[in-house]
């Protein structure tokens, strides 16, 4: 049984520790109105390296039912998580990043890191179906998110969280004197 399970790739060294990672976000993002903006921020520029890294490491799978695959965080449970870290953020939320043609545009840490939580949720629920196929979904789709979804979210937002942390370091030209959190 167990020589069965190494050759699954769903069932990898890797993706069991995706799977540790993405369960101690979304844990820690649901309980977020118990903390603090900057306990927030310093947890995120934490574990967001370990996440990508993960998520770099996710091995390919070959889908073999894709009626399985679902999503399971609800329109209300995201606005949940992101209502919850717009309040703490304040006006630390909004962001500005560059776009794919190099023109500046608005971007939110709540809206990010609500997106991040929601695809490591929905991967974390599908993958306890306990079902080959169901596996082998969750491990593909959050493979897919990563390149085009939560990877580049997870590093603006993380982006901004080190220039917020480490803003007394940068260059205060860099920031608007009128923006404070916590």
């Not at 803003?167 to 916590?182: C, H, K, S």
Request: aromatic share 12%.
């Amino acid at each position: 049984m167990k020589e069965h399970l190494t050759e699954d790739p769903a069932a990898s060294r890797e993706v069991i520790e995706m799977i540790t990672v993405a369960n101690e976000y979304c844990l820690f993002f649901e309980k977020a109105e118990s903390y603090g903006s900057e306990q927030i921020m310093e947890y995120f520029r934490k574990i967001a390296p370990l996440i990508y890294l993960k998520g770099a490491l996710l091995p390919g799978t070959n889908v073999t039912d894709s009626r399985v695959a679902e999503r399971f965080v609800t329109e209300e449970q995201w606005e949940g998580v992101f209502k919850t870290l717009r309040e703490q953020f304040g006006d630390a939320d909004v962001y500005y990043e560059h776009d794919h043609n190099f023109d500046s545009v608005q971007a939110s840490l709540s809206d990010n890191m609500a997106d991040i939580y929601q695809d490591m949720k929905d991967f974390i629920m599908l993958y306890q179906r306990n079902t080959l196929a169901a596996r082998q979904n969750a491990v593909s789709l959050l493979r897919d998110l990563y390149q085009w979804r939560w990877g580049p979210a997870l590093l603006s937002a993380l982006g901004a969280v080190h220039n917020i942390v480490f803003r007394e370091n940068i260059d205060p030209g860099l920031f608007p004197d009128d923006v404070t959190w916590d």
